[in-house]
């Protein structure tokens, strides 16, 4: 059953304002006006529980990338259920989809000889790779270098750390986080930092100068490591200049602080290359990973270390007889099915050929939209891009989205209203890129 009656909608929405708290979400409001109700997925499409089929312009949380019926998906789980619903990796046990996809991801990792932990969600992730490297330099005998910057404007999740991470002011008010020893600079945004008549030679050697006066107050023996995504996804969708990956690692290196990507966004395929650290030429320590690692058909993260961070964490367990960390779900066999037909269909579909040819198309009707006076500007790789509109009065972002809505496309909107985010599934095809574009055109045209 796809629709449902008008009274069965009333009566879930009530229920839901009645019983089920939504994040990032104005929990008041929402006892206002109730939820959207997704009933049913086919392709690119999502479809609302009177019937209403959406665009999901966002692939959710930036994540279906195969979209929202991929039948061999839906059998990978099927059949790995039948035959092992649940099985764990802690203390010594393991299962066969967790070897092979572990196996998958080493061959396909920017790192040598990667190993990957398991988990269930990118905000996990993040917090595992924090408190992972903690006990690396604990062992390693450096015990004060544990600080970790990241950048303004970056998003890494929900959990204490990973919101310590988040340099997005909404997502700390009112929390107490950052933790300490959590720290932010630049975000590497020419467009929207850059000084009058500066460069971004001279914009990109200004905010290193900055991190780098930031790493000497601090003393570079406090600071373990600088977190980064490859493209600053939710925080803005911001791809650096020409030049600032290179410069940021020779500084890092010069200080002995780790690189460490979250490729959650970023990595298979959505910059157009497998993971976002080869588009921008990145030689990250570790990495983190989610959403499409699964396709979003089931909740799995992984942290890839590179070899010789594993080893140490390695010789130190043995020194304290057992890796003291662990969870329930590490390594859950239907999750690590799922993860692994994921990335043998992206092979056998070609889907990274898919994604440059359609980003071409995509790119440039994204480019077209600045001929409208509402928009800003649009900044874009791949199949990622960014809408920043003028805000005038009640013009703003918001209203783009509310109107893309009434269109049948979904954004997601950015922080600030000053924008909205395109990362569509990456199976999208040419003509459903140009039924996008056209539906925004039309409430680009009803904004005004
Ligand atoms: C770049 C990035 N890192 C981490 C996360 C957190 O992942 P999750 O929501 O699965 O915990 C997100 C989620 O949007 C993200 O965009």
């Excluded at 900055?210 to 977190?227: K, N, Q, V, Y």
């Excluded at 979003?296 to 057992?322: K, M, N, T, W």
């Excluded at 924008?419 to 039924?435: D, F, H, M």
């Amino acid at each position: 059953m796809v629709e449902r009656s008008e009274g069965m909608q009333s009566e879930l929405a009530s229920s839901d304002v009645r019983h089920l708290m939504h994040g990032y979400t104005n929990l008041a409001r929402h006892q206002r006006a109730g939820p959207r109700i997704i009933t049913r997925g086919e392709g690119i499409y999502v479809f609302d529980a009177s019937g209403r089929r959406y665009i999901e312009a966002a692939a959710g949380m930036w994540c279906a990338s195969l979209g929202f019926s991929e039948e061999e998906l839906i059998e990978a789980a099927v059949r790995q259920f039948r035959e092992l619903p649940y099985y764990h990796t802690l203390t010594s046990q393991s299962v066969e989809p967790a070897i092979r996809l572990a196996e998958k991801l080493a061959r396909m990792l920017p790192m040598p000889d990667s190993h990957v932990y398991l988990t269930l969600s990118g905000s996990e992730a993040n917090d595992f790779l924090v408190k992972f490297l903690w006990y690396y330099n604990n062992a390693l005998g450096r015990t004060r270098k544990k600080k970790v910057i990241s950048r303004l404007n970056g998003y890494h999740g929900a959990t204490v750390v990973a919101s310590s991470l988040t340099g997005i002011a909404r997502n700390h008010e009112g929390f107490d986080v950052p933790l300490p020893g959590f720290l932010h600079t630049w975000d590497p945004h020419y467009s929207r930092y850059h000084l009058r008549g500066e460069s971004e030679a001279e914009f990109v050697a200004r905010i290193l100068s900055d991190l780098e006066r930031m790493i000497l107050s601090e003393g570079p023996e406090t600071i373990m490591a600088f977190l980064a995504e490859p493209v600053t996804a939710g925080g803005g969708v911001v791809i650096p200049p020409a030049g600032y990956y290179e410069q940021l690692q020779a500084l890092l290196a010069r200080y002995d602080i780790l690189f460490l990507a979250d490729e959650i966004v970023t990595g298979f395929g959505r910059t157009g290359n497998m993971f976002g650290c080869e588009t921008f030429g990145i030689a990250p320590a570790a990495m983190t990973l989610g959403k499409a690692l699964s396709a979003a058909y089931q909740p799995i993260a992984a942290i890839a270390l590179r070899g010789d961070v594993h080893e140490v964490l390695s010789a130190a367990s043995d020194r304290y007889s057992s890796f003291g960390h662990g969870n329930t779900h590490s390594g859950s066999p239907v999750g690590a099915a799922v993860a692994l037909r994921t990335l043998e269909i992206m092979e056998k579909r070609s889907i990274l050929e898919h994604v440059r040819r359609v980003s071409v198309p995509f790119l440039s009707r994204l480019k077209r939209l600045e001929q409208n006076p509402l928009v800003a500007e649009t900044r874009g790789v791949g199949l990622i891009a960014a809408i920043d509109v003028r805000a005038e009065g009640a013009r703003d972002a918001g209203m783009l989205k509310g109107l893309a809505e009434e269109e049948g496309v979904i954004l997601r909107a950015l922080p600030g209203g000053r924008g909205v985010a395109l990362s569509p599934p990456l199976i999208i095809s040419e003509a459903e890129i140009n039924e996008l574009f056209d539906r925004l055109e039309l409430a680009l045209a009803r904004a005004r």
